[in-house]
């Protein structure tokens, strides 16, 4: 599979609409629906949901977005294929200019175990995140965000000072999982963005 064949991905034209108040330090994106994006972002008080589309204005600019983008997919057959042609098409430049791939998330699409074929692609697809420098997070079933819009999750931000009353309540505070996961994300987006920055800076005082 070569460039060519690569189709550009689906991307904002625009800054990417329904910002939240602060800028997002980083965007999740869907590379299909259902993969739980929304749910998510609404757990992350730094993450933005950018739908399934990539944020193409990507800048420094008020109306500019991040560069730092988590790909989000479930763990079936299809949406793990998805997800590698995302990986497959950063690799070969049809994302927008300037996009950083943080890592990517798999979703569990079940309680139950994965088949084999699917066990099999997603270790593909991990494989191939890290041979692009990103990093990769499992979330398993949430069983109470079966009966839950993302408006109703509780938000969490690991800088946060107070300690969270786990009481299996999602509505006051995310599951272990999502906490965990936020940890490693926010930390792993803090570091990608610094080195970027760094860069940014070295690139003006060379040209300067």
Not at 2 to 15: G, K, Q
Not at 92 to 105: D, E, K, L
Not at 182 to 204: D, N
Request: hydrophobic share 40%; glycine share 8%; proline share 10%.
């Amino acid at each position: 599979m070569t460039a060519l064949t690569l189709p550009p991905v689906p991307m904002w034209h625009r800054a990417v609409p329904n910002r939240p108040s602060r800028p997002p330090l980083v965007w999740l994106v869907g590379v299909h629906g259902g993969a739980g994006v929304s749910s998510l972002a609404a757990s992350l008080s730094w993450a933005g949901d950018a739908g399934q589309r990539w944020p193409a204005r990507i800048g420094l600019g008020a109306d500019m977005d991040s560069p730092l983008v988590v790909l989000v997919a479930r763990t079936h057959l299809r949406g793990l294929a998805t997800l590698q042609r995302a990986l497959l098409s950063h690799r070969h430049n049809a994302t927008p200019a300037g996009s950083h791939v943080v890592g990517v998330i798999t979703v569990a699409d079940s309680a139950r175990p994965l088949p084999d074929r699917a066990e099999e692609r997603r270790d593909e697809v991990e494989t191939l995140a890290r041979a692009l420098g990103a990093q990769s997070w499992r979330l398993g079933w949430l069983e109470p965000w079966r009966a839950l819009e993302p408006h109703e999750l509780a938000e969490w931000n690991p800088d946060a000072d107070v300690t969270p009353r786990d009481d299996g309540d999602p509505t006051r505070t995310p599951p272990q999982p999502v906490r965990l996961l936020a940890e490693q994300i926010l930390a792993a987006a803090r570091t990608a963005g610094a080195r970027i920055t760094a860069r940014a800076h070295s690139g003006a005082d060379t040209a300067s």
